[in-house]
Nanobody, 121 residues
C-alpha cells in the first residue's frame, strides 16, 4: 500500500491546514490510519489515529481540541484537520497504516513520504 500526502504548507500561528492521505486501492478500508510528525532534531511522535471504520479515534494530548482525524473510505483518503496551529506544530507530517488502532508507530506497516507543515509566529 502506498500513500500520497498533500495539504502541507506554511501558515501563521492561529491558522488552519487540512492534510490528506490518499491510498489508491481496495485495501485502504482494512487498515487503521495514523498521523505522525517529526520536528527538526526531534524523534517522530504520534499525533492521531482512527480505526478502519472511523468510529474510534485517538489524539495526542498536545493536539487534542485543535486537530481532528477523519477518513472517507469511499475515497480511500484519511484527513488531519489542524486548527489553531502553533509554531511548535512545525514538522514533517506522515500518514501510516496499521492493522489495529494504536499510537505505537512500531505497529504501522505502511508509511507515506511526508508533507511539511511550517507555522510562523
Amino acid at each position: 500500500v502506498q500513500f500520497v500526502e498533500s495539504g502541507g504548507g506554511s501558515v501563521q500561528a492561529g491558522g488552519s491546514l487540512r492534510l490528506s492521505c490518499a491510498a489508491p486501492g481496495r485495501t485502504f478500508s482494512s487498515y487503521a490510519m495514523g498521523w505522525f510528525r517529526q520536528a527538526p532534531g526531534k524523534e517522530r511522535e504520534f499525533v492521531a489515529a482512527i480505526s478502519w471504520s472511523g468510529r474510534s479515534t485517538y489524539h495526542a494530548d498536545s493536539v487534542k481540541g485543535r486537530f481532528t482525524i477523519s477518513r472517507d473510505n469511499a475515497k480511500n483518503t484519511a484527513y488531519l484537520q489542524m486548527n489553531s496551529l502553533k509554531p511548535e506544530d512545525t514538522a514533517i507530517y506522515y500518514c501510516a497504516a496499521a492493522v489495529t488502532l494504536t499510537p505505537s508507530q512500531n505497529e504501522y506497516d505502511y508509511w507515506g513520504q511526508g508533507t511539511q507543515v511550517t507555522v510562523s509566529s
